[in-house]
Every structure is written in C-alpha cells, then in structure tokens.
C-alpha cells in the first residue's frame, strides 16, 4: 500500500486556502484602490474645477458690471472705485486661471479653455483700450457698452458656459464611475468573505470527517479494549495514512491485549490451583497436629492412672498380701491395654472425625462401665468426694466400650481439673423410657456464658480457664463418640459455681 501522508494533504489543503484568501484579499484590494482612484480624480479633478469654474462665472459677471458702473460713472470718484474692483476681479480672474491650468484636463476641455481665453482676451483688451480713451460722453460710453463690448463678452461668457457644462457632464460620469467601482468593489469584498467562510466550512468538514472523528473513534475502540473487552471493531485499519498506521497499531495492541487477557486468565487458574493444594497441605498438616495434640491429651488420663496404681502398689508393698498385688497389676494392666487400644486406634486414625473413629458396638451395661470409672477417679484424685446415684438396675445398651469409657473418663478428668480440691463431684444416672440420662456435676470454675456456645468446637478454650493446662479437643471427641452412639450431650453451668453435662444414650438397635 502506498503511503499517502495526510500532513501533507492537510498541508496541500492548507496552501491552497491560504492561495485562495491571499488572492480574494488583493483582489479586493486592488477594487478599493480603483474606488480610491475615482474618488481622488472627482476630488482632485471635478471638484477643482466645478469651483473655479464657478468662481469664473462669478468674477466675469462681475467685472461686466463693474465695467458698465465704470462707463456711467457721474464722478470721478465712482469711476475710481470702479476702476479699483476691475483690477480685484482682474487679479481674481489671473488666479483662477492659473489655477485651473494646473489641473490636468482632457482635449476637449483644453480647446474650450482656449476658446474662453481667446474671447476673454478680446474683451478684456476692448474694456481696457476704452479705458484709455476716457472721458466719453456717456451716450457713447451706453452705446460703447451694448456693442462691441457686449459682442465680446457674450462670446466670452458662452465659451465659459460650454466650458462648465463641459465640466458639469464629466463630474458627473465620475460621479456615477465612483458609484459603480463602489458597488463592484462591495461585491467582491462580500464574495470573498463568502468564499473564505465556504473553504473555512469545508476546511472543518474535511478535517472532522477524516481526521478527528476516525481519531474519535480509534480512541473509543481504545477505551473499550482498555476495559477489557476483547472483538472491539477497529476503524480506518485499510486507510494509507496516519490514522490508517494509528488504527493498524490498535489493531496489534487488539490482539496483544486478547493475549494478556487469556494468560492471566491462565494464570488466574493456576494461582487458584495452586491455592487449592495449599490449602489442601496446610489442612492435612492441621490434621496431622490436631492428631498429635488429640494422641497427648488422651494419652495423659491413663497414664496418670497407671502412675496411680503404680505408686500406690509401691507405697503399700509391705502391707498387701499377693492377692491384693496381682488386683492392682491387673488394674495396670488393663489401663496399660486402654493406652495401647487407644494408641493403636489413634495411628490407625489418619483422619480424627467422627465418622473416622473405629466404632465397635457390643452389648455392654453402662452403669457398671460408670461405676468403675468412677473408681479410678477416685484413686487418680483422693482429694475430690465423688458421689454415685446410679440406682439398682443394670442398663444394656448396644456401646463401644472403650469410647465410651474415653468419653465419660474425658468428663470426670475436666470435673477434676477445673474443681478446686475437697469439692465434690457427683455421677448420676437415670433410666427414662429406653434412655440412660448421665449427668456429670462439678463444684469448680463453671463455664461462662458467651464461651458455652463454643465449647464443642475444636481447639476452643474457656476465656476463664487461666493456668489449667489443656488443648480443648477433649470436649469434641465426647461429642463425637456419644454422637457416635446417637446420643446427646448438653452442658448447663455457672461461673464460679460450677457445671453439668448431661448425656442422654439411648438404647441403640443395630439394623
Ligand atoms: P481442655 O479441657 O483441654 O481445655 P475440653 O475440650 O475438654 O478441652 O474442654 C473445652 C473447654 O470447656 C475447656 O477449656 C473449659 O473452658 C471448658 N470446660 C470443660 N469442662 C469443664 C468443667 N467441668 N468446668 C469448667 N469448664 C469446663
């Protein structure tokens, strides 16, 4: 394609208006000069000369009657003044004269000056050689008068009356020259205003048409893509000039755009997946801890009982027959196997949720279940009173042992921890319609009430439990085992009074 740069055509454009107004102006000048010029020969020309003409009328009229006075003087002194005003109206003539030959005249006039002057030299000298011959009787002067005096000054007189009319009809043709050139000159003065505004129109049109509505547009389309709109139309992309290079440079920026857009939607993607296997880690890694923090707080209750029975096996050893020995080991025993079902569960666990927890349900009676435990918490800590109420009657159910054993061991261990010592602990059970309903009473801290909401939940703490050291996962796995066995579990407290949480098992039919 060729290049067809448009600052050159603009410039082109620009020229040749420039050419036209230039012109149009010197035209119209060169019409003012001619107006100037018919207005200077009227003044100059006619003017002068319609005026000393004039005056030449005057002063001849006059010198003729001065003449006529001079003739019928009755006295000498009369005839002096007469006299007196030739020579003023003479002086005046010579002046005017001098005066009108300084203007330049045309042939015709020239002639009709000539045939003035010949007639009033004839009667000028005929006036002046009967001036000479005076005195006259005054018959003679009358008749000297009317003659040949009045012959003379009759031709005069015409040839000054042709000479005005002469001068009167040329006045007037330039009069009307000076109108005509006027109007010329006002007609093209106008048309060239007129010209100059049309090529000022079409100068705008030319210019918003193909130079800044394209680049209107470009800048639209520019904006649309800046928004991130992809298939934006592009505009003048085909034309050969600087708007066609702008528009095909758009079109690149179009396409580079599109570009970006689609890899850092990729990116975007990536990020977001990369963000998912973070997340996914980091769960994993805050599974793997809760599992370490879960395997340590189950891990201290039997061990503090083995601790017990260990100490108290040693403290007595003197005093116990080998009966006695072998039911303490066996007590060791059978919390050393807890520990190790627990530890076996808990590492084959690789997921610690409720539905994760191994669940092995065998009939079994919770009563005695609770009666035991509450046996071990009293030898785990002397220094509390634990009160049973749990009635005659055995209550079988369909229950996992060992998690319901963790369960009610995780609630005697917190009545423990957050009771202060010589406070009671009290264990009831009831038997309501198929239920077993358990509560666990302390006399300790108590719960407040904006925490009670929140207990459940993993890792959550007490906002009054101080130095009392814990995890707050204990809560949760009760929850989770009597969950487990499709039983509830509610907690009623008050601060620094103490709590109860109250568990309802019902009798669980397996299907
Ligand atoms: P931990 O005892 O290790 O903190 P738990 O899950 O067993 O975790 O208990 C959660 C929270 O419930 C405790 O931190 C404590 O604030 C409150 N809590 C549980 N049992 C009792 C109780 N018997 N008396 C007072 N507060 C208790």
Redesign the pocket.
Known sequence: MRFHSLRTRLSLAYALFLLLVVGLGAFSIRQLDDYNRVTAEIRDRWLQSTRILGDLNNDTSDFRSAEGSFLLADTLSERQDSAREMDTLDASIAHSLVRYQRIHHDDQEDRLYQDFLVHWHGYHTLVRQKEQALPLESGTAIRLYRTDARTAYDRASEALGQLTQWNLVGAKNAVERESATYRDANGWIVAAILTAGLLLFTAIGFITRSVSNPLLDLAKSMQRIADKETEVPIQGVERSDEIGVMARSVWVFQDNAQALLTSQSRLAEQAKSLEDALAKAQEMTQQQHNFVLMTS?EFRTPLALIDGYAQRLYNARERFGPEEVGERALKIRRATQRLTTLLDNLLDVPKYSAEAIPFHPQQLDVKELLRRLCQEYREVAPDRTFQEHLGEHCFFLMGDAELLHQAFG??L???????APGSFITLEAQDREGTLVIE?S?Q?????ER?RPH??E????????GS???????????NQIIALHRGTLD?A?TEEL??R?TVHLPVLKLS
Do not use: E, M, Q
């Open positions: 707080h995780n609630l261990s917190n009545a423990v921890k957050y009771s666990i302390d300790g801290i108590g719960i407040p925490d207990i459940f993993r890792y959550y703490r007490g906002s009054n439990v009392h050291s814990g995890t707050g996962v204990g809560l949760t796995l009760v907690v407290s103490g709590s949480f």
